[in-house]
């Protein structure tokens, strides 16, 4: 790949060696490439699957591969969990739950916690290498907010473990049982911590799947669980596919489902409990919108919205994959967010300086692609930026629609890669009803000078999280959640412990 060549000052020597970036402000030099190192990871040839404590061959004999999507080159082979295996996980997280867990005293709990987050830390290195290798986000991303973001979760709800009867005054907090949970290959350690470290703090054990393309920090998370001596059976992670994460979500003895993942498997999830007493949350897609205001700091306006759905390959259910701009500043809007987009860095995910990695997998691309072309085919205008993108790999420009209708199916379907719809409006209530216009309401971005403004989009807008004036910025203490077709239950915050619990007098 062209970034693993050393660097060049000069301009011409730069276009004719690498050709790897061309930045249109014609600088006269490109950046040199910072790579961070593969040998900081240590990855196994072959992983089992982490029951009780231990880990075990899989009853299936089956073990898939993972793959580099930045190289298509495999990483390790894991296993692929069966029946029999759920069966064996979860029957480890009853016996954990009854014999242990449970009736272990709250600051004990929480010491467990805490040592997770804590060699969470020590190894942040390691894990970010490995997140971007099996995952193809950013190194830059993977190392400033995954693992950090992962590492604050395990510390805030370690926080919460002993405090549970002040969270909720006069009533008493039991927990459920055994949750399974299931999760998407977007941000694959640190919607691990989203799920497994209120599911412990109040009390629960676990049994969790990772996607099939990224388990690799599960994995490695389990190795953590194992160094931080918590006992056998309180945490299983099970590796697999779809059918592995539908015989978790059926399974008797399952107290509760937390999934994240798309509204189709959702919708599967929903249907498969009616009927039981099975305690669910479900965290899906999204459509956000990110409304610019013609009295909004246009230039930081611009770069929220290309961090919104560009940084991270746009593999963000809450990407702002729709930018609503006042008529007003609309062309200055598309300008300014062209010149930026021509100076976004496409390739290696281990070098420091790419914005944009790798799409996780050939299926993730060919959708994609595939809307990129209905765009184009329903009559909206397409740019992308003209950076040339690796031989080998799992790549995608950077790609703008303009001339967008509001029923285009880019404008209400998620696509879930680094591309954006541009509508215009001009009026606030006009705006709010198109924002609204979709199945989702997971989130938004407002930019605007008025405070006035912006608490009346925030009332109106049915999204579960809005950000004003900036976009994508998460803390473990604020909740998290949907509205609509994005599904229901919050993670994080106090509000992220209530699914994890029954609330008696
Ligand atoms: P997905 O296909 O729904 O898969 C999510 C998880 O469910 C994976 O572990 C998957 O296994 C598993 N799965 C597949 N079929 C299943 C079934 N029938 N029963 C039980 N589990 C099943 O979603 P994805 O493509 O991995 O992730 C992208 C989606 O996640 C996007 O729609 C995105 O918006 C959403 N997401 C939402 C949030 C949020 O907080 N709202 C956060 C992140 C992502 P395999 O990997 O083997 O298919
Ligand atoms: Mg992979």
Known sequence: MATTKKPIRSKKAAVAKTNSIKLKFDTGWTYAPAPESKSAASINKQYDLFINGEWQKPESRKYFDTINPATEEKLSEVAEANAADVNKAVAAARTAYDKVWKKMPATERAKYIFRIARIIQEKARELAIIESLDGGKPIRESRDFDVPTAANHFFYYAGWADKLEYAFPNRKAQPLGVAGQIIPWNFPLLMAAWKIAPALATGNTVVLKPAETTPL????????????????????????????????????DINKIAFTGSTDVGKIIQRAVSGTNKRVTLELGGKAANIIFEDAPLDQAVEGVINGIFFNQGHVCCAGSRLYVQESVAKEVIRKLKDRMSSLLVGDPLDKNTDIGAINSKQQLDTILKYISIGKK????????????????????????????????????????????????????EVIE????????????????????????????????????????????????????????????????????????
């Open 217 to 252: 920090t599960a994995l490695k998370l389990a190795e953590i669980i194992q160094e931080a001596d918590l006992p056998p059976g309180v945490v299983n992670i099970l590796t697999g596919a779809g059918a592995t994460g539908a015989a978790l979500v059926n399974h008797p």
């Open 378 to 429: 329903e009559g909206a205008e397409m740019y992308e930026s003209n950076c040339r993108l690796p031989n080998k790999g799992f790549f995608c420009r950077p790609t703008l629609f303009t001339n967008v209708a509001q029923s285009n199916r880019i404008a209400q379907e998620e696509i879930f890669g680094p591309v954006l719809s541009i509508l215009t409006f001009r009026t606030d209530d």
């Open 434 to 505: 198109k924002a609204n216009n979709t199945p989702y309401g997971l989130s938004a971005g407002v930019w605007t000078d008025k405070g006035s403004k912006i608490f009346n989009l925030t009332k109106r807008l049915r999204a579960g999280v809005i950000w004003a004036n900036t976009f994508n910025k998460f803390d473990p203490g604020s909740p998290f959640g949907g509205y609509k077709e994005s599904g229901y239950g919050r993670e994080g915050g106090l509000h992220g412990l209530l699914p994890y619990i029954e609330l008696t007098s």
